[in-house]
């Protein structure tokens, strides 16, 4: 158990909606990163917050968002889905700002379906 | 445009020791190198880290040669339990830059 926690575990849903993937973050971790994975494919890293604050972006579409909230879980908003959008989605924490240095600590992930 | 690059797959046997190799260009002096392994539907999970000559802790060891433009995942006396894909991690000017990953099958 790494401390990371995501919810939903599942999700399925229509295209054209939208749907909130919510992390909370290792205690005392400050750092947010949000992957995509699809099927037997590779991370793709989304977005990174720092304390609040975005500090680094991927290659993130611009129908996604993101925020951390000041109790620092992060959520993650999936609009106009696509069926291409289903995917593993994970979060990860690390205690600092640096995505690199800092070990990062995954997430169970939430598994997308978009019918 | 800083990018990694790593085998697809590798094989190998139970008892031996493997070698994986990430190269990467553009990345800078003090630039970290860290690798992940990932299970299926499991989130990747730290295996080591560094960013010059050669680190080794309980489980693996880094060599990076002194160009920086690639490094060495190596696992000694591998087992089947360590049948997974193996992720090679870069950060350049706050960028993440995940490598696509090694599959690594170890058979009996």
């Known amino acids: 158990d790494s401390g990371v926690t995501q919810t939903p575990k599942h999700l399925i849903t229509a295209t054209g909606q939208r749907v909130t993937l919510r992390c909370s973050p290792r205690s005392g971790d400050l750092s947010v990163y949000w992957y995509q994975q699809s099927l037997d494919q590779g991370l793709q890293f989304l977005i990174q917050?720092?304390?609040?604050?975005?500090?680094a972006k991927g290659n993130i579409l611009e129908r996604f968002s993101a925020q951390q909230f000041p109790d620092l879980h992060s959520e993650l908003n999936l609009s106009s889905l696509e069926l291409g959008d289903s995917a593993l989605y994970f979060c990860a924490s690390s205690a600092g700002g640096a995505g690199g240095t800092h070990e990062q600590f995954f997430g169970p992930g939430t598994r997308l379906t978009v019918l | 445009l800083a990018k990694t690059t790593q085998p697809i797959s590798m094989d190998s046997y139970e008892g031996q020791e493997v070698n994986i190799t990430c190269s990467h260009n553009n990345i800078a002096t003090n630039d970290y190198i860290t690798w992940y392994q990932q299970f299926p539907s499991q989130g990747p999970r730290f295996i080591i880290q560094?960013?010059?000559?050669?680190v080794t802790n309980e489980v693996a060891s880094l060599f990076i040669p002194a160009d920086r433009k690639s490094s060495t995942l190596s696992l000694p006396r591998v087992s089947l339990s360590d049948t997974a894909v193996y992720y090679c991690l870069v950060v350049i000017n706050y960028q993440l830059i995940w490598g696509a990953g090694t599959k690594l099958i170890i058979k009996p």
């Open positions: 560094g960013y010059k000559t050669k």
């Open positions: 917050y720092y304390n609040g604050e975005e500090r």
